[in-house]
């Protein structure tokens, strides 16, 4: 199983694997996991490491502020103040996280499907969650996402 209990370098170890021949075979053959959805398990894990860790936790909370502060202000994509404020660098960073995630995880799935893991990060950041462990979280999640996530007993 991989190690998720320290994250330092992951940018590097995903920059590496990327370079390699693997690497560019893995993350291009990913299309064939199309529809898989997130195991539960590993999304918890994912907000978990997300909000345990400073960079991604401060990342986290840039998208959250320019998330709100463009609705409060009613900009459009297109409108300068939306570019210019925008943090990319934040959105960047999740990106690659995901990736590495994925390189990482014990099980494939659509890539695609990770973003799920920031919409969690976001909905305990914001108070519509306490904890993602809980039959309460369950029951939202399953509501509220079960097209992204599996959980134990269901097929994907």
Known sequence: ??????????REE??????TEEGRAFFAGNKRYG?????YENVVQ???????????HEALRKKIWFAAYAEKHDLEVHDDEFLELNPLEAHDTFIAFERWYLMKAPVRFDKRDLIVATWLA???EEGRLT??????????IKENYARYISFPGEET
């Open 131 to 140: 904890s993602l462990r809980t039959e309460q979280a369950r029951d939202f």
């Open 35 to 39: 529809g898989i959805k997130v195991p």
């Open 14 to 19: 995903l920059a590496a694997f990327e370079k």
């Open 1 to 10: 199983m991989a190690d998720f209990e320290d994250l330092t370098g992951w």
């Open 122 to 124: 976001i909905d305990l």
């Open 46 to 56: 994912m907000v978990e490491l997300i909000r345990g860790d400073e960079e991604l």
